[in-house]
């Protein structure tokens, strides 16, 4: 199933496939946001914006609006209480 880092719910995870605009920015790519590289989503800041994610073992803060551009492919399912 494929979707979104925005789309995904606590504790989900997915394998990074491709970027929905052709120049992602390069603070994502030096950060470890690759095609391949595992993404977990660990929480979402009040108002929805904006989400941290665990990549390559690092926490990073990105906005709603980058999140939609990086597409997934889903690899559990599993919600943390």
Known sequence: ????????KYGQK???KEFTDNLPPIKLL????LP???VELVQ?????D???IKV????????????????????SDIEIL
Do not use: D, K, W
Request: include cysteine; charged fraction near 15%; charge should be negative.
């Open 1 to 8: 199933m494929s979707t979104t880092v925005a789309h995904l």
């Open 14 to 16: 997915g394998i990074i």
């Open 30 to 33: 030096e950060l470890g946001c």
């Open 36 to 38: 391949g590289n595992e």
């Open 44 to 48: 979402i800041a009040p108002f929805n």
């Open 50 to 52: 904006p989400i941290y």
């Open 56 to 75: 390559n073992g690092s926490h990073i803060a990105i906005r709603r609006a980058m999140a939609m551009q990086i597409e997934l492919e889903l690899i």
